[in-house]
DNA sequence: TGTTATGCATAATAAACTTATGTATTAATT
DNA sequence: AATTAATACATAAGTTTATTATGCATAACA
């Protein structure tokens, strides 16, 4: 089962509702996250990952903290109260954008 | 009601399946069609559709029959046997895909 | 001790859009 | 009658957002 390659725009969408969900993560973590919860369908790759979180996080919506973990340093991330929101927002988005999909996969009678 | 802007990706397939309802169709009548069956929240733009149809077109997915309505010329695409083909696959993928992403808006118990 | 897993990061490239134009005909409005 | 909106196609420049390919480093496993 090859990992679905049609998520392009909802990246930042799935970041946000894990950090909303799960408080703080450091990217490993997310990587591994997805891939558990999508049963493998998801492949997040690193070459997305971190670029975006450096984007959230320079448009305020992530804070930073570092944890030294057996002589490795993870970062972790955060919601702002500002993420918060935007986690939301991105959610009913990604909710409304579900709903009008279903209009193709399933059309209604009547809507010609 | 703003136009949803997180269908990158689904363009194609939203082409495909509008194709394989409607037999044959030319630009300016998936525009509208598509505004009309998700109640004006889908807009594509022709900067993104016309671009994709000569793409489809050149993979020979779509093939094309130019009709003359009232001294104004309209472009007809419709599936080749490859294009139905497609159209199935990539439809497959987009329920794949939103099958996905629901385990992302409505977790269930036990899979962390 | 070598491979796999953990952990972060960036650069080059590609895909798929948006926005801005351009051209032209037909229908509707004022 | 003249202007605007709708119909109809198209491309070019720019942006966003991903993929692929690297690079570096530590920890765990075999």
Redesign the pocket.
């Known amino acids: 089962m090859k990992?679905s390659?049609l998520?392009?725009?909802?990246?930042?969408t799935i970041i946000l509702k894990l950090l909303s969900e799960y408080d703080k993560m450091?990217?490993?973590?997310?990587t591994?996250k997805v891939k558990a919860i999508t049963a493998g369908e998801l492949?997040?790759?690193?070459?997305?990952l971190?670029?975006?979180?450096?984007?959230l996080e320079a448009e305020g919506f992530l804070e930073v903290e570092f944890v030294k973990?057996?002589?490795?340093?993870?970062?972790?991330y955060k919601l702002t109260e500002q993420g918060a929101k935007e986690a939301d927002d991105k959610l009913e988005a990604l909710k409304s954008y579900m709903e009008t999909m279903k209009a193709f996969l399933y059309p209604k009678f009547g809507l010609e």
Chains 1, 2 share one sequence.
Do not use: C, D, F
């Not at 998520?7 to 930042?12: M, N, Q, V």
């Open positions: 990992s390659k998520y392009k725009g909802s990246l930042t450091y990217g490993y973590e997310i591994q492949q997040i790759t690193e070459g997305a971190y670029p975006s979180l450096h984007k973990v057996s002589n490795r340093t993870r970062k972790y």
